[in-house]
Every structure is written in C-alpha cells, then in structure tokens.
C-alpha cells in the first residue's frame, strides 16, 4: 500500500531555498534539483522503510538527495503518511535543527 507524502512547512521552505540557491550558479541544477527530490518522494511513498534511521535522532529516516542536501522524514504506520520533515545541506548544524 503507497503511503502519502507531506512536506512540512520547514520541508517547502528549505526547498524554495535551495532552488534559489543553485539558481544563482546554474540554470539546469535548480531542475536537476527538483526533478531528484520528486523521485524520492515517489520512493519514499512506495517504500518509506527503504532508507536508514538517522543514528542521533532515530525518529527520522534520512537520504541524501541531491549532492550534500539531505532529507529527513518520518513514517506514521497507522495513517501510513511520510512527513517530510527538513530538507537540509550536510554542513548545516543538523542536529540542533532536528530537536
């Protein structure tokens, strides 16, 4: 059974950022950028088990989705809903962003 997936609202900021971001360096990387975000949501919808547990905070599952930009979710079995909670670049503080 496909789960739904939500990006939280911190989720649709940090994209909207970092399309704007990559905009300022390249026309294609923005798209590139969206079009592997799209593809993991498909994935995650399908199979939100599939990717591993963040070790500090095992609430949250994490995949790196485009280049150093990682995306943290969490699973709700009972509504079978994946919130994609933060869309994050790897040298960002994650840790105290996750809390």
């Not at 399309?19 to 975000?37: D, I, M, R």
Request: aromatic share 16%; net charge positive; proline share 4%.
């Amino acid at each position: 059974m496909a789960y739904r997936v939500v990006p939280s609202v911190y989720a649709k900021d940090d994209k909207n950022s970092i399309v704007t971001y990559l905009s300022q360096f390249s026309v294609g990387a923005p798209v590139k950028f969206k079009n592997e975000l799209k593809r993991y949501f498909r994935i995650i919808g399908q199979t939100p088990d599939i990717f591993a547990k963040y070790n500090t905070n095992p609430n949250f599952r994490h995949v790196v989705v485009y280049g150093s930009y990682v995306m943290f979710y969490k699973v709700n079995e009972t509504d079978k809903i994946v919130q994609v909670y933060r869309i994050l670049h790897g040298a960002q503080d994650i840790e105290r962003i996750l809390k």
